[in-house]
């Protein structure tokens, strides 16, 4: 936290400023207590929030509907069949390069699901899978024209194709989601947090090392904490974009 006198950054167990020399102890608890209350607002406005997505979907539910298939549906399905007709048709290159588009051109799509409307992963992927099977069947109908062949796949070989293409992008998108929720919910939330760990990140430091002293135990919680609301989104991260490289480039890199 900051010094209340000097603006100088301190220990949040610190007594005494070490750069002004004031004593905290009187405003310290005042300190703690408007950290409490600006993590409340913050949550509260995060809530405030959904709810009013919420209420926009209640209130015009066509609007709602058209406005994410043509954002997060419609607009990558666009980019994505522009990418294999410029790989495929145009330029005539190794498929690599359409897959490796495949993976990039939802991510961003999937990132913007949260900041812009409040949908959480579940929402953003449903949309994930709508633009992948979308633009899946779009590059099937375009490659049929141009290369007068059947546009449904004919063999078990053809379908795996598909469907790891589909779950390429999908989790793509998933990845993007899970990002923007990080950056827009998960951080925000452990910046306005301030130095108060809760009583489960203060049990498993005292598990941890139960003969350390008070401030240095509330620095391991606070550090427990963190580290706890972090690692479950940048673990489905590393999960989803691993598992989209791994669905998209099988084929192409296999054969």
Not at 13 to 31: F, G, I, N, Q
Not at 158 to 175: K, M, N, Q
Not at 224 to 247: C, E, F, K, R
Request: with cysteine; glycine share 8%; proline share 5%.
């Amino acid at each position: 936290m900051e010094c209340p006198f000097c603006a100088e950054t301190i220990k949040d167990e610190a007594l005494a400023c070490k750069h002004c020399s004031r004593d905290l102890r009187v405003v310290r608890p005042v300190l703690l207590e408007i950290q409490d209350i600006v993590a409340e607002l913050d949550r509260l406005r995060q809530e405030l929030d959904r709810a009013g997505a919420s209420l926009q979907r209640t209130k015009h539910p066509f609007r709602y509907f058209v406005v994410l298939a043509t954002l997060y549906v419609l607009m990558p399905t666009i980019l994505l069949v522009a990418a294999h007709i410029v790989v495929t048709i145009v330029l005539n290159v190794s498929p690599l390069y359409l897959r490796l588009a495949s993976v990039i051109i939802p991510v961003p799509f999937g990132f913007l699901t949260y900041p812009l409307h409040k949908i959480g992963f579940r929402g953003a992927l449903a949309l994930g899978v709508a633009a992948a099977i979308l633009s899946v069947m779009c590059m099937l109908t375009v490659t049929g024209v141009n290369d007068s062949v059947p546009i449904v796949p004919a063999s078990s070989g053809e379908w795996r194709e598909v469907f790891e293409y589909d779950t390429s992008i999908a989790l793509a998108f998933g990845s993007g989601s899970i990002l923007g929720l990080m950056v827009f919910q998960v951080l925000p939330l452990i910046l306005s947090q301030g130095g108060k760990p809760n009583a489960a990140a203060f049990r498993i430091a005292r598990l941890l090392g139960q003969h350390v002293g008070e401030e240095q135990l509330r620095r391991r919680a606070r550090l427990i904490q963190d580290l706890l609301q972090t690692a479950g989104p940048l673990a489905g991260v590393v999960i989803t974009a691993v598992g989209s490289l791994y669905a998209g480039l099988k084929g192409v890199v296999g054969s």
